[in-house]
């Protein structure tokens, strides 16, 4: 606030001292970048994906959860700000995921018990589902809506199926999707087919901290 | 992408080319007797006024094709500013777009296309027939563009009726055309090859004009100057020997200036123009595509060279960029939703939708290379007027990307696509 009150006299002094040589345009600079919008709630959805993809999933729950503070709401925000929104809360819901349920996402939802940890993973199992099936064009969502069905049981089956036809077609997404049906196949028994998911993996350049079995 | 109804003028332009020496001599010309006349445009009917109902038509598939995204349209309202292709590039030149200054100033050293579009105002001036053959086969018609017209997927009859919205009225009579001869030596004297070429006839020395001619008028002109041997075809005879007298009466946003000529020397320009025996069009050469790189590549540096450089401009997720994803994800020019996202790694090996809407790799062969890079090939054969089977060229309506930025994103998929570092 001071900054701006120091720039408008130091404008003001500018125009009124006319025998003092200014730049006259760098008030009109000054001017512009005040209008600018920053959009600080698409800076955080940017941050917050970039932090879950450095594998820092509370921090990126924090930033999401910022500007979104009814994140948990499935009808999400108006048609306007939809986008962004689904974005922060796929975001919230992923990390969930790979925390296994263990986040801290607000009252009701700490995490901390079984009971707890349950029901964030099926919020946010079923966030992903919702995403997944509204944006059917969105591949990577595909994976993350198989990446939360593998942390339930018996979920393996489906995750298979969604991430196998992506991979027999050739578009999987990412590396990690690959490592994902590795794990459902071998889950279901498969070793072959989760032999040759991981060794899919790999060629995309991955090395063991993504593509294993756990 | 997109540039050029190449609308506007046939003519003839002016003014001394300082950049563009005049060739020391004209190539020597054949005599008339020698070489007969090729009349063309000026034996045809004229075009009787449009159908009324293929006029409506014709401005609804206006819109459905998107064209006001680069042209400003007589009748067609501007689309939103994330619709507005040429009008997002003149706003970011003019540091008008709402950005940083860093980002504005990070743009604008890198755009290099719509920053001059052809309005389509005054189109009356065309010829109908010429338009209908034009918009489904579209070349580049003016070469100092770097956008030119697209190549839609659009029926004939769609091309029929938007050729009747742009060109409603009747044809007037042709004129008593001139002296040919005595029109190519006027389109040396009177300045007009300071701008415009004519590719297929003997070289036209370029002479300055009259009245030398401001620099921003000078160089508007020659970017937008068309080559002169497509004005037979073009344009309707009359509206061509009123144009060549004063553009700017004909459309008031001309970037043709008037050069002095009158009516008869007009005339005389005129019947060069329809009738000076052309050489064909030449069938261009693609250059070879280099050998595969023995180095690694990364995706970052395929996406700085061509992805992240060009393409995500009209393939992006929507959601991402939180707004139109561009005719190439969401459909637009008359295209359907690919739903391709070529903005991030995770995008381009999602693929892309097919003609039945399912979903496809856009590395599995067509044509004998990966499909991605076979746009990129097609577009150079587009370019080179060289027939392309099956695949539309990319970048539409740009020019080709480099061979040498083709054979890095060829060898980045032979070496299995990686994503690595900083992608």
Sequence with gaps: MMKWKGAAVACLLAVVGASVPTDANACLRMKRRRVQKVDHKLQDVNRAEHLLAKGKSKAAVKVARRRFKKFTSVTGEPDSGKALFNRAQRTIALATVRADGALDLGRGMRGKTEDERLLNLAWATNVLEVQSVAEPDNLLLRTYHAEALMHHPGGEAQAAEILGRMSNDDLMPTARGYALLAQAQQKLGDVSGSDLSLQRCRELGEGDDICSVA | ?423
């Design chain 2, 1 to 423: 992408m997109i540039r050029a109804f190449p609308w506007v003028a046939a003519a003839v332009l002016l003014t001394a080319c300082e950049s563009e020496p005049a060739p020391a001599m004209p190539r020597p010309t054949v005599s008339a007797a020698e070489r007969p006349p090729q009349p063309l445009a000026p034996t045809r009917s004229p075009e009787a006024a449009a159908d009324a109902t293929l006029v409506a038509k014709g401005k609804g598939l206006v819109a459905e094709y998107q064209c006001n995204r680069c042209h400003d349209i007589a009748g067609i309202e501007p689309p939103e500013l994330d619709f507005d292709c040429a009008g997002c590039h003149q706003k970011i030149l003019a540091g008008d777009f709402d950005a940083t200054e860093e980002e504005l100033a990070h743009w604008q050293g890198r755009l290099q296309s719509l920053d001059e579009v052809p309005s389509l105002s005054a189109t009356d001036r065309l010829s109908r027939t010429w338009v209908a053959t034009f918009l489904p086969e579209a070349h580049d018609v003016r070469p100092n563009l770097m956008a030119s017209m697209p190549r839609f997927d659009m029926p004939a009859e769609d091309a029929e009726a938007i050729a009747a919205f742009l060109v409603p009225s009747a044809e007037a009579p042709g004129p008593a055309l001139g002296d040919a001869e005595r029109g190519r030596t006027l389109l040396s004297s009177k300045g007009c090859m300071s701008c415009h070429r004519m590719t297929g006839v003997p070289s036209i020395p370029a002479l300055p004009t009259a009245e030398p001619l401001a620099a921003d008028v000078l160089a508007r002109g020659q970017k937008m100057a068309p080559d002169l041997r497509w004005a037979r075809d073009r344009m309707r005879p009359a509206a061509l020997v009123q144009w060549i007298v004063d553009p700017k009466a004909v459309k008031a946003d001309a970037s043709m200036p008037s050069l002095g000529v009158t009516e008869a020397e007009a005339a005389d320009i005129a019947a060069y123009l329809g009738q000076a025996e052309l050489e064909p069009v030449p069938v261009g050469t693609v250059p070879a595509l280099p050998p595969s790189l023995d180095r690694a590549v990364t995706f970052a540096e395929v996406n700085e060279r061509i992805f992240g450089k060009i393409c995500r401009h009209c393939h992006s997720d929507p959601n991402v960029v939180i707004g139109d994803g561009g005719p190439g994800y969401d459909g637009g020019f008359g295209f359907p939703k690919r739903a391709l996202d070529l903005s991030t790694y995770e995008g381009l090996r999602s693929g892309s939708l097919d003609d039945h809407g399912k979903r496809r790799s856009v590395f599995k062969p067509v044509n004998g290379q990966p499909r991605i890079v076979a746009h990129l090939l097609a577009r150079h054969a587009e370019v080179a007027g060289q027939p392309v089977d099956g695949v539309r060229g990319m970048p539409l309506g740009l020019p080709p990307i480099p061979m040498e930025d083709i054979a890095l994103l060829k060898t980045w998929i032979e070496q299995g696509r990686k994503k690595g570092e900083g992608a």
